[in-house]
């Protein structure tokens, strides 16, 4: 089949079947796997133009809203961190997608860019596999436990009939918020962040995601888990939807510089039927991925993914200088 937009010929069922693949596997790590099919995309299928960027986004716009929608109505979502990161996000997004369509075309450079961001997140992730990582998840891990426990308890209590599947009060409520800090109570919990950490870190992923074509829910997200200290359980929900908005937003962006001068000379608009059967794929993969997480060891999880992902990040970046 050939996809006009991208110039790619492939069989319709190789994309949904790669991303269901890849999503299947980086699901459990709690990483997403749209940064994995970009270099696909790229390496394999030959679509190196700046169009590859938003046809990446595409696929967070597809395969997320089911686990956006789970997180809201679990009342899991923490608005205000929510809110910061998308509006630190958005104009990052917007300056990301001028870089990479005007300094950034050129496909070996890009590919530098695309293996210093794998890098980085191979590295992250192989030293979350490390006894000193796990050590200090130890908080987290205690929450973890008293979480499921009492979910447990609520399920035995009611015979199965567990309303929401949580607890009630298992749900985020906001203390307070100010420009310089927000704090919100989980699980009989103080959790406290700095607002303006949080808005500078959401921009610098922005510009990193606009360039690249990621959310970066897979760089906010284990930052302020593992540095900032707060919990997955009202993390993920935010950073999930930060990268749906900004996903939505980067891609409408990229197809307005469609119509304008800054990209008359280069091909910019998404991929709408490719970027949509990799989001299927994902969509698919992402259920069965966190489904099966709890049968895998969450170590080798890390340390497989790891090395995958740094291994392709060094082929990435050796390319760039022989």
Sequence with gaps: ????????????LIPPLVA?????????????????????????????SPAVSPTNLIYNIVAIPGGLYRYIKEGRMAWPLTWVVIVGTLPGVFAGSLIRIQYLPD????????GLVLLYLGVRTLYESTGRAREGKKKQKALEQKFKARVQQQKEQIKGRLAAGLPA???????????SRIEYEFWGETFSFSTMTIFILALVVGLIGGIYG???GAIIAPFVVSVM?????????AA???TFLTSI??????????????????????????GALFGVGGLAGTYVGARFQKYLPERWIKVLLGILITGLALEYIIQFFV
């Design 1 to 12: 089949m050939h996809f006009p937009v991208s110039g790619v010929d492939v069989f319709p």
């Design 20 to 48: 269901f693949l890849v999503s299947t596997m980086t699901a459990p790590a709690g990483v997403s796997g749209a940064f994995l099919l970009l270099p696909f995309q790229v390496s394999v299928l030959g679509f190196v």
């Design 107 to 114: 496909p070996r450079a890009f590919k530098l860019f695309v």
């Design 169 to 179: 009060d298992a749900v985020v409520r906001t203390k307070s918020v100010s420009l």
């Design 214 to 216: 990621i959310g970066g």
């Design 229 to 237: 200290g707060l919990p997955i359980y009202t993390v993920a929900g």
């Design 240 to 242: 999930l939807a930060g």
């Design 249 to 274: 937003a980067g891609v409408t962006f990229f197809e307005i510089l469609a119509l304008t001068s800054y990209a008359a000379d280069k091909v910019v608009r998404p991929d709408w039927a490719l």
